[in-house]
């Protein structure tokens, strides 16, 4: 018997975070397989690249997801926009391979980034780097975690001192070195970027104006569920599955650091050129 609404919302979101643990796990397995072969590759619009391994994965996610749960929308970097996904309460919102430039290059730090979103908000959502063996799951309300051991964010209370994990142009800046941040690794992945920050091994991770739901709604749930904040530079929550799915600048940091952190930072964010996925 077909599964009905009112069957997908009384499922509990244990399921659908397993889902998406089993899922992203094999779509890193397929990208793996991608991984350092001659590739066909081409630009989008925006300059950003893409390659067969992302159309591959993208479709392989949409094919176990959408076929676990069909009563569900879909949102994807690599697959055309459909606005019907507006009409779905539950939506899953992927990146098939987040950091195509580090998967290209031979980078380590791209991930596999799945998230089911509800009314807005990620409510589960897993973050997967193939080459460092981390997953990184989260359920609302349910706490977060890297390859099964609980994280939290860093009890990091001031910026000085503080590690900060960004673009270059950020990170290297005189006025951030002398507010006293030090920088952390630079990463490709903005959702790896943002997971550092939910495993506390990066006290703060920033990014310009530009990023998409994509980029962003797993981490974001790691973020909230370790104890940490993401926001935009007016200090509000994110808000997903809308008509538009880009961001402006945002800042991810405990919730005792994210003001100071938005004080010293918001002019530069906000001065600084936008590019996607920065």
């Not at 880009?246 to 906000?270: C, K, M, N």
Request: net charge negative.
């Amino acid at each position: 018997m077909p599964e009905t609404d009112q069957d997908t919302y009384d499922r509990p979101l244990s399921a659908d975070v397993e889902l998406l643990e089993t899922t992203a796990r094999q779509a890193g397995a397929l990208a793996m397989s991608y991984f350092g072969q001659g590739l066909e590759t081409w630009f989008k619009g925006n300059k950003s690249p893409v390659s067969e391994a992302d159309i591959a994965v993208d479709r392989f996610l949409a094919d176990r997801l959408l076929g676990a749960r069909p009563n569900y929308g879909w949102l994807s970097e690599e697959t055309a926009d459909n606005k019907e996904r507006l009409n779905f309460r539950r939506v899953f919102i992927v990146d098939p391979i987040d950091g195509t430039r580090a998967f290209l290059a031979g980078g380590d730090e791209w991930t596999v980034s799945v998230a089911v979103v509800e009314d807005g908000r990620p409510v589960a959502g897993c973050v997967y780097c193939p080459r460092r063996e981390e997953m990184f799951v989260a359920q609302r309300g349910g706490g977060a975690s890297l390859n099964g051991n609980k994280i939290q964010v860093s009890g990091q209370r001031t910026v000085e001192g503080a590690t900060l994990s960004g673009p270059h142009s950020i990170v290297s800046n005189i006025d951030v070195i002398a507010a006293g941040f030090e920088k952390a690794e630079i990463f490709r992945s903005l959702a790896y970027r943002l997971v550092t920050v939910a495993a506390g091994s990066s006290d703060v991770g920033v990014a310009r104006g530009g990023p998409s739901d994509w980029d962003l709604a797993a981490a974001d749930l790691l973020v909230h569920e370790a104890g940490g904040m993401l926001t935009d530079l007016s200090g509000n929550e994110l808000i997903y599955n809308r008509v538009r799915t880009g961001h402006s600048a945002l800042i991810a940091a405990s919730s005792e650091l994210i003001g100071p952190v938005r004080t010293v930072l918001a002019d530069l964010l906000q001065t600084s050129p936008a590019r996607r996925k920065t």
